[in-house]
């Protein structure tokens, strides 16, 4: 009888756990796969290397040895309409010198989107999670595999699981611990716990209420020093994610402990966002905390212990939710209130009554000798000390709107210098409390050049509400110049994290984006920075900082009438129409010809679909260029060199966005010729 109770005892273990397989199978979305019965739809792209099923493992790989001139090979996943978010889990292996992307390609768009990458060679299998935001979009996952020249060069990928919910979700059933490693510490970890076969078994798994779950635990019995840590990493975020993040804990605490969760930037910036009140629990205690990640984050629980006799933490069920936990947490704020390109007004800025009208908005046709607005060269902006002011001296103090404090910003606009003798207080940033008191000088001018608008990024956080106010100074009118500002944007988090640039964006600063000289014409475009080396000719600086690089043709290495004509890398082509924005700077009396083509593989000749002759402007110009197409193309950007050598022609900070062009202000040529050269106009 005792033997028929254990038999029957097994097989009912044996049932239940193909039953929690069989339910881990159900949670497996379109686009999974083990690879091991075919590719699961997945194909290599023709245009790129092969990825080959390992015959002597369920793995799917791509070798330098057995490629030829390919630098990578592309694997594409069948079409996804999955509209509710999810998560890949994607179990891989580097060797040697080589990196693995994973993009995403939504359908009817020209450009893939990378989410996640990876170049650490490594001895076992890692596991990477990713999270696809909800879309209505049908989409589909690119694994880009780039192993450099040489042996022993490889990438491999074990599986591909994509299951409902977020990355950072976990109950710590699954073998891979959806992602989540441990810091590892001589004597404090945090390991799997509540499995039969394991001899510590502290308490009973939450999900199940039994000791057949597991859970994840972190014990002090080996804890030799003070201040001893443990570390449990959740994977990194990979899109913007704000609402609730609930997880179960239990703990005891004999002689000391300190638990904590904390979030961590790709920065290292760590932020605490909860501590728990009481010392222990008597069972597992359910724990809610609102999160706002606006940029990639960690989730770190983190457990610290004074003795060996400091107890254990465990946790167990972690889970996320889009909606807020507490009704008093601030909703979601949108700093771009304090956004302003000052080409419909002032917008929410505002000029102390009692000091005049110190700044003035004021606008700059195109001319050979005065440089216009940063925003499209022909546009509005903000300029201090103007010809109008009457003043032996002045302060000019401008003010932002209030931003609700405890937020950390990120602070960029431009400015531009004429004439000053010298810079002391020529511009200042202050941040204001709500009483209107200074609490913080945050950046000041320092000598530069002029004629060119720079970039300014500040990084600032304050407990309290505050704003952000722009100070010009000058105690004597004739020692002062013209200080200019434009542009000015604010988002939240730090500036290094939020100067990412997108698929279809190149602003030349790490080199040329993909574009491929055509070894067909006369010359070459060269990427530089600062000013060209021929005098009335040329910009003095890029559009993007002002000391980065551009693209331009130089002159004086051409003849009259040659061209250079640069190709974008091949664009997918999409039923929406495009819109191709970009800046150009043609100044010179000799200036030749800027043309923008489309290149149609099975057109014989290209599709012109934007030009300019002649000068232009000594401004930065900004172009916004409709098109279609359906098909593979590409983008020409071709310069035919004017009659002297006064011809450079530069183009800076080119993206697409899916049109039409919003605002195509520059539709009507302008020859450069006009009476009006150095007019501002109020």
Not at 49 to 62: A, F, Y
Not at 67 to 72: A, S
Not at 99 to 124: E, G, K
Not at 239 to 255: I, K, W
Request: contains cysteine.
């Amino acid at each position: 009888m005792v033997w028929v109770c254990l038999r029957l005892l097994v097989l009912l273990l044996l049932v239940l756990c193909g039953l929690h397989r069989a339910q881990a199978q159900a949670q497996l979305l379109p686009g999974s796969c083990s690879f091991e019965a075919g590719t699961c739809g997945y194909t290599s792209d023709p245009g790129y290397g092969r990825w080959s099923i390992n015959e002597e493992g369920h793995l799917i790989t791509v070798d330098r040895a057995l490629m030829q001139d390919p630098e990578q090979a592309v694997l594409i996943s069948p079409v996804l309409d999955q509209q509710d978010w999810s998560c890949v889990r994607l179990v891989y292996q580097i060797t040697g010198r080589s990196s693995l992307q994973l993009h995403l390609r939504p359908h009817h768009d020209n450009f893939d989107y990378m989410l996640w990458t990876a170049n650490r060679s490594s001895d076992s299998w890692l596991i990477a999670s990713v999270d696809l935001a909800n879309t209505t979009t049908p989409y589909q996952i690119l694994l880009e595999g780039r192993p450099e020249p040489g042996p022993g060069n490889s990438v491999a990928i074990f599986e591909i699981h994509i299951v409902p919910g977020y990355c950072i979700e976990c109950n710590f059933e699954e073998h891979h611990l959806c992602g989540y490693s441990n810091s590892w510490n001589p004597n404090v970890n945090w390991y799997v716990g509540g499995n039969l076969a394991t001899e510590t078994n502290l308490l009973e798994n939450h999900s199940t209420n039994s000791q057949r779950g597991h859970y994840m635990y972190v014990d002090s019995v080996y804890a030799k020093h003070f201040q001893e840590v443990a570390k449990l990493t959740s994977p990194m975020t990979t899109v913007p994610m704000a609402g609730c993040l609930s997880f179960y804990y239990d703990r005891d605490q004999e002689r000391g402990n300190i638990f904590s969760v904390f979030t961590r930037d790709k920065l290292g910036h760590f932020e605490e966002i909860w501590r728990p009140d009481v010392y222990a629990t008597m069972d597992w205690t359910l724990v809610s905390v609102d999160i706002k990640a606006p940029h990639p984050v960690e989730v770190v629980f983190e457990a610290a212990f004074n003795s060996a006799r400091g107890g254990y933490v465990a946790i167990d069920d972690i889970s996320f939710s889009p909606e807020f936990c507490h009704t008093d947490t601030e909703p979601n704020f949108d700093p771009s209130i304090a956004n302003c390109d000052f080409e419909d007004g002032l917008c929410l800025y505002y000029q102390e009554r009692g000091e005049g009208k110190v700044w003035s908005r004021v606008t700059v046709k195109p001319n050979a000798y005065r440089i216009g607005d940063h925003t499209t060269g022909t546009g509005c902006f903000l300029l201090a000390n103007t010809r109008f002011t009457s003043q032996a001296g002045y302060m000019g103090r401008l003010h932002g709107p209030f931003l609700p404090g405890n937020h950390k910003y990120c602070l960029r606009f431009y400015y531009l210098l004429h004439g000053f003798r010298t810079v002391d207080n020529a511009l200042a940033v202050y941040i204001y409390d709500e009483n209107n008191v200074a609490q913080e000088k945050v950046w000041s001018l320092v000598d530069t050049s002029k004629g060119v608008w720079h970039e300014v990024e500040i990084t600032y956080m304050k407990p309290m509400t505050s704003k952000v106010v722009f100070v010009s100074i000058c105690k004597n009118f004739w020692e002062c110049g013209l200080v200019a500002i434009d542009d000015i944007t604010v988002n939240l988090g730090d500036c290094q994290m939020t100067s990412g640039s997108l698929p279809g964006q190149c602003n030349f600063e790490s080199g040329f984006c993909g574009y491929i000289q055509d070894e067909e014409d006369k010359a070459d475009w060269l990427r530089v920075r600062g000013h060209t080396p021929t005098s009335y000719t040329g910009p003095r600086g890029d559009h993007t900082t002002g000391v980065g690089y551009f693209i331009y043709i130089e002159a004086s290495l051409m003849r009259p009438g040659h061209k250079a004509r640069l190709l974008t890398s091949d664009l997918r082509g999409s039923s929406s129409p495009q819109c191709l924005i970009f800046y150009y700077h043609m100044y010179g009396t000799g200036s030749g010809i800027l043309s923008v083509l489309l290149h149609h593989g099975r057109l014989e000749r290209d599709t012109l679909l934007w030009r300019r002759r002649g000068e232009q402007s000594v401004s930065w110009m900004r172009a916004m260029v409709d098109y279609h197409c359906n098909d593979r193309h590409q983008i020409v950007f071709e310069a035919i060199r004017g009659p002297s050598l006064r011809s450079d022609i530069a183009v800076d900070d080119v993206y697409f966005k899916k049109g039409p062009c919003e605002d195509p202000g520059d539709a009507a040529p302008y020859s450069g010729f006009s009476e009006y050269f150095n007019e501002i106009e109020k």
